[in-house]
Structures are given as C-alpha cells and as structure tokens.
C-alpha cells in the first residue's frame, strides 16, 4: 500500500487497524514515522487492543547470564523467538514467578530483603509491591483481572522454622496485603501450584488428596481424591474454566515408563486418564528414568521442559495434539519458563 493512503487514514481507524497487529511486530512498526513511534502511549490505540482477541499463547523465558537478565518470548501462532530487553528491572537476585494476563510476577532479594515486583515486559513498566505482613520467602501466584484492570497476587501458607505462616493476598486496587487462613496441616507432595476457576489447588501426601483455597472466601479446604497408582511424579496443571489435570510418570523402571495426563472429575474426585505421551516423544525428552522434567499449562496447553536436553515439548489436550518448540531457547539449567499473553494494554498501576 502507497505510503500517502497510510498518511490519510483517520486516527481511530489507524488505531484500530494496528490494534490487530500482532504485539511484537509493532516494535518493528515503530520505526515507520514518529506518529506510530508514540502509539503505546497512545490511550485510544490502547482502547482498541484491550478490545481485540489475544495474540494468542506464548512462552517466556528468562534466565540471568554473568551481565545481566536475559529474556526471550516464543509466539507459538507465529512459531518464532522474539528477545525482549530486560535491563529496565532493579538489578536484584530475582527469579521468575508467575504470569498472567500480560503481566510477569519477579520475587527476589535485594540484599536481605524479600521483595516482589510485577511489570510488563512489552512496556517495561514495574512496580515493587509492598511488604507482606510475614515477609519471607514463599510459593506466589499472580492472577490479573482485565475486565477491573487490576491484579493480586496469593501467597501460599508455609512453615517457616517453628512458625506456620498464613496465606497472604495482595489486592492492587487497596496497595495492600491482607491475611488469610492459615493452610490446616498437611504434608505437601509438591510446592507447584495450578490456579483455575478462582481456585488455587495443592497436591498433598497427607492426608491424601488435594488442598484448595478459594481466592473468594479466603478459605482452604481438602478434597480426598487418590492419586493415580505407581505415580513417580506429578504436576498439577490448569486448563480452561474448571479444567484441572494431572501429569506425570508411571512405571518403577525406566522401560516400563511413561508419561500420562489425567483430568480430575469434580463430582466423583476421581481423576480420569485421557492422554499418554507416545513413546518416542518420551524417549526423547527423558533419556534417563531418573532425569528432571517440568511442566505447566495454560488454556488447554500443556508444556514439557527438560532441562538436561533443552527440549520443550507442546501438548493441544483440545486437538490431542503433540509438537516440539523449535529453537528453544533453555540457555541454561536454571532458566525459567512459563506461559505468557502478550499485551500492551496490561497495567501495573
């Protein structure tokens, strides 16, 4: 298209035009002129894309190298890595956390000093959040709410030395932490955490089951479902709506090995299987019986990473469908990774 037919669109249809664009490419955009230069901070550009459909599903992953952060985001519509800067956050010893709706949750210390941030990568804007009441380190959770354009961010109950911490809850409307309930006793059989349909749910060896917390009403409760038989280890993983699923390996020995997902039946507390990994895919990202894999979920997907090989491997439970990540970028054992929706419209305010 002529370069003077750009010139003559009108600033709302222009606006909503590249509202369309997929996010990472209007840094490219911005070059154009210095009317598309200004456009992130343009509120009526920002109005048409809080409207339109997400970009759809991306992986972010961060990891520090001796200089400084380092981070790159994989846009699985678009099948390509984008490194995102990240020299605009305090140079703490942080780690990622969480993310949700455009927003990445850090913690970290900076000195002695437990403190939690959360920003958006595509703007680079931050905030440090508060103290919490018991301020030490602990399992967080972010959940962003668009439609009130507010965030909170849930920290678990944890033991801290003699101590039972109780579950704290940042609320970015009131800049505060307020304090829960305290998790009833139980011994955790993992510290990952799957949050959907306003709940966030815990695996528990005793009593045997699951705890959940309803962000609601503040309140723990214990669901007694039993865990699939000869489970190595299990991640709980959120899907769609009330969508909870389990993944892990079965087998005491490395050729009778396998990786399954199960779905969790909310009226029976049963958890039915509904996928196995083929062989191959398994062979290929676990070559030994005993080798570490994580993985998390967003919107029906399920991600697998294994960070001895460097793999992740993409799960559609909806199109029951398995695919490598090309390209992927696990620089290091200790890098991090989560699903992440871009957006220019997400707010740390």
Same mark, same amino acid.
């Given at each position: 298209?002529?370069?003077?037919?750009?010139?003559?669109?009108?600033?709302?249809?222009?606006?909503?035009?590249?509202?369309?664009?997929?996010? /990472?490419? =209007?840094?490219?955009?911005?070059?154009? !002129?210095?009317?598309?230069?200004?456009?992130?901070?343009?509120?009526?550009?920002?109005?048409?894309?809080?409207? $339109?459909?997400?970009?759809? &599903?991306?992986?972010?992953?961060?990891?520090?190298?001796?200089?400084?952060?380092? #981070?790159?985001?994989?846009?699985?519509?678009?099948?390509?890595?984008?490194?995102?800067?990240?020299?605009?956050?305090? &140079?703490?010893?942080?780690?990622?956390?969480?993310?949700?709706?455009?927003? $990445?949750? /850090?913690?970290?210390?900076?000195?002695?000093?437990?403190?939690?941030?959360? #920003?958006?990568?595509?703007?680079?804007?931050?905030?440090?959040?508060?103290?919490? *009441?018991?301020?030490?380190?602990?399992?967080?959770?972010? %959940? %962003?709410?668009?439609?009130?354009?507010?965030?909170?961010?849930?920290?678990?109950?944890?033991?801290?030395?003699?101590?039972?911490?109780?579950?704290?809850?940042?609320?970015?409307?009131?800049? !505060?932490?307020?304090? *829960?309930?305290?998790?009833?006793?139980?011994?955790?059989?993992?510290?990952?955490?799957? /949050?959907?349909?306003?709940?966030?749910?815990?695996?528990?060896?005793? &009593?045997?089951?699951?705890?959940?917390?309803?962000?609601?009403?503040?309140?723990?409760?214990?669901?007694? $479902?039993?865990?699939?038989?000869?489970?190595?280890?299990?991640?709980?993983?959120?899907?769609?709506?009330?969508?909870?699923?389990?993944?892990? +390996?079965?087998?005491?020995?490395?050729?009778?090995?396998?990786? +399954?997902?199960?779905?969790?039946? *909310?009226?029976? /507390?049963?958890?039915?299987? =509904?996928?196995?990994?083929?062989?191959?895919?398994?062979?290929?990202?676990?070559?030994?019986?005993?080798?570490?894999?994580? #993985?998390?979920?967003?919107?029906?997907?399920?991600?697998?990473?294994?960070?001895?090989?460097?793999?992740?491997?993409?799960?559609? @439970?909806?199109?029951?469908?398995?695919?490598?990540?090309?390209? #992927?970028?696990?620089?290091?054992?200790?890098?991090?990774? !989560?699903?992440?929706?871009?957006?220019?419209?997400?707010? @740390? !305010?």
């Amino acid at each position: 298209m002529e370069e003077n037919i750009w010139a003559m669109l009108p600033e709302d249809l222009l606006h909503e035009v590249l509202a369309r664009v997929p996010p /990472f490419m =209007i840094f490219r955009l911005r070059s154009v !002129c210095k009317r598309w230069n200004s456009i992130l901070h343009d509120s009526s550009f920002l109005k048409f894309h809080s409207q $339109v459909p997400s970009h759809g &599903p991306c992986l972010i992953t961060f990891w520090k190298n001796a200089h400084s952060p380092q #981070c790159s985001v994989f846009s699985l519509p678009l099948k390509t890595w984008y490194r995102i800067p990240f020299n605009f956050l305090p &140079p703490w010893a942080f780690w990622l956390v969480s993310s949700s709706g455009g927003l $990445v949750c /850090f913690s970290g210390l900076d000195g002695l000093t437990f403190k939690t941030l959360v #920003c958006n990568p595509l703007t680079q804007t931050w905030r440090t959040l508060p103290s919490m *009441h018991y301020n030490h380190q602990r399992q967080l959770l972010l %959940v %962003v709410d668009r439609v009130e354009r507010s965030f909170k961010v849930i920290a678990t109950s944890e033991i801290y030395g003699d101590k039972s911490l109780p579950t704290e809850v940042y609320d970015s409307e009131l800049d !505060c932490w307020s304090i *829960h309930q305290i998790m009833p006793a139980v011994n955790l059989c993992s510290s990952k955490m799957a /949050f959907c349909d306003s709940r966030l749910y815990l695996e528990t060896l005793s &009593p045997l089951g699951l705890m959940m917390y309803r962000l609601d009403k503040g309140l723990w409760e214990h669901i007694p $479902v039993k865990f699939p038989r000869s489970l190595l280890d299990g991640y709980l993983v959120a899907g769609t709506r009330k969508r909870l699923f389990l993944v892990g +390996r079965i087998g005491l020995y490395s050729t009778l090995q396998s990786m +399954r997902i199960w779905e969790l039946d *909310h009226a029976k /507390f049963t958890w039915t299987e =509904i996928s196995r990994m083929p062989p191959k895919y398994f062979r290929a990202l676990l070559r030994l019986s005993a080798e570490r894999f994580e #993985c998390f979920g967003q919107d029906n997907l399920i991600c697998f990473t294994s960070w001895n090989q460097g793999k992740c491997l993409l799960y559609d @439970v909806d199109k029951k469908n398995w695919s490598w990540i090309a390209g #992927c970028a696990l620089q290091s054992y200790n890098s991090q990774v !989560c699903f992440y929706e871009p957006r220019f419209d997400a707010s @740390v !305010c």
